[in-house]
């Protein structure tokens, strides 16, 4: 929100929350009728193709959205430093309404200009002049309404919302107050308009077109250098009539040089291009990968998970993993990437954070929780999971093993005969054979059922031992969280959960492989191998991190 937000700031259909689209339904089921009743003919490609426009349009910048995320991520030719945070992705989470609003547009615009119907796939004339009318009026007129945009009047009420994101993702480029949309369309428009009433328009100029302007927008935002150096030393004159992603991160962390939207030659005109310009981008050229210091591993849980990675669906990232209706209608790209796991087998980078000069990083092993797998592919996430181990050694990669202090049992005999073999000899006499102590602490994995859960007493304290929360099957027991604390402001760049975790909430073995590099303890523990659980807890807090209460209604009588 801008800091003196105007009229016209927020969007008409904001009340409907994520049921905004209903309100293309009527167009869509007409042009949909229309094309398949009417004779061959008769048909309007045109009028039928505006909405999976729309929709091909999201898929392309959510692809940008991906691209940008694992690339930052991974720091190669990254360009600015700085991490964003829940703040920044909750501002940023209705950039699909600018497509909305296109859509809108491009219904009534066909309901209301009849030389838009019929249009024919190509004409080379349109596109040319769609070209030069878009480097000519377009360039020129933006790059006046952008420094009229920057003054304190109207930046305080519209375009300070823009920048309030200092570090820019794809998505950036379109968030702006609802006022600002209208005057870009009308910019975007002077070529979109004079190709339909000249009759040169076609549906190769209009899709190319609005490809063109997504395509420099999310280059502009994506925040890493992907444009080689050597296009501009072959044609030296390109640097008047292509930006590059550091050329308009400058203005998001100058504010008063760089305007111009897509085309630097305003700039150079008048005299408002950055002066580390050139050096910038020579910069992030050159920038490496970081090196890892501390290496997270996790893998995908449920088929739907991953759209809740942070190189996923970003508002869903953001919050705690949780069934959402439209996912349901996403089914056949659901089995499409869960079949792309049988064949992609390359743990990637999905995350960077930083917290006290060390560079943390969580990497993804494209394989499914074993509740998800077919046999064979459990045996392969295990084998993929010793892989990453073994290469994250280097990066000081810690696995913990569990230690009891309370008298607790499981749910079944198998689960019993692992644990023993993990846990401290100490700790071996308060591990309860199952079904022969009424222990008022049950360790739930992920075959329990509500059968289980019965044969606990009541009052009974459910912790999961897994990476899944227990389901919550009886209402006269506690149910407890996976083992996690809440990370300290200083730790950077978190914007998404990890997995049904609260917002800056981080599971307990990833904060102790912080705590294992922050405090220099060259400790694998792994197997029968234990370190002390007071001095990592003793650690943790002098470290900023807090415990997280998940239950104050657990009282002392259920512990003891």
Known sequence: MASKPGILTNWPWK???SFKWVILTPWIAHSTYSFLVSEPKERDLTYFLIFPLMMVRMLHDQVWITLSRHRTAKGKNRIVDKGIEFEQVDRESNWDDQILFNGIIFYIGYMLVPESSHMPLWRTDG???????????????????????????????????????IVTEPIT??????????AYFVLFAIPLYTTVVTRTASIASYAGYLAYIDFMNNLGHCNFECIP???????????????????????????????????????????????????????????????ADVVHLTHLTTPESI??????????????????????????????????????????????????MLNLQSWVIPRFHVQYLFKWQSETLNKLIEEAILQAELSKVKVLSLGLSNQVTTMYKDEYD????????????????????????????????EVDQRKAPKGSLFIPISQFPPKKLRKDCFYHSTPAMIAPPSLVNVDS???????????????????????????????????????????????????LKINNLISASVLN
Request: proline share 5%; hydrophobic share 40%.
């Open 418 to 449: 692992k644990l023993q073999l993990r846990i401290p000899n100490e700790s071996k006499d308060n591990l309860v054979f199952p079904g022969s102590y009424p222990a008022k602490i049950w360790l739930l994995g992920d075959q329990c059922n």
């Open 15 to 17: 009340p409907l929350g």
């Open 173 to 182: 480029s379109v968030i702006h107050p609802f006022a600002e949309h209208i």
């Open 229 to 291: 150096k050597a296009i501009f030393s072959a044609f030296p004159f390109l640097k008047y009539l292509m930006y590059t992603p550091s050329f308009h991160s400058l203005h998001h962390t100058q504010f008063r040089t760089n305007y111009s939207l897509f085309m630097p030659i305003y700039d150079y005109i008048y005299g408002t291009m950055d002066k580390s310009t050139d050096t910038t981008y020579e910069i992030a050229l050159k920038r490496e990968e970081s090196l």
């Open 127 to 165: 596109v040319l002049i769609t070209a030069l009318l878009h480097a000519g009026p377009v360039e020129f007129l933006y790059y006046w309404l952008h420094r009229a945009l920057h003054h304190h009047f109207l930046y305080s009420r519209y375009h300070s919302h823009h920048h309030s994101s």
């Open 497 to 547: 959960c990890e997995n049904w975790l609260p917002r800056r909430v981080m599971s307990a073995w990833r904060v102790a492989g912080i705590l294992h590099a922050l405090e220099g303890w060259n400790v694998n523990e792994c197997g029968n191998v234990m370190f002390s659980v007071e001095k990592i807890r003793q650690a943790s807090l002098q470290h900023g991190f807090r415990p």
């Open 307 to 356: 759209y809740h990675l942070r190189l996923g669906f970003a508002s869903l990232a953001s919050r705690p993993q949780s069934s959402t209706w439209y996912l349901y209608l996403m089914w056949p790209f659901t089995l499409w990437s869960v079949l792309v796991t049988w064949f992609y087998g390359q743990t990637f980078v999905m995350e960077r954070n930083a917290f006290k």
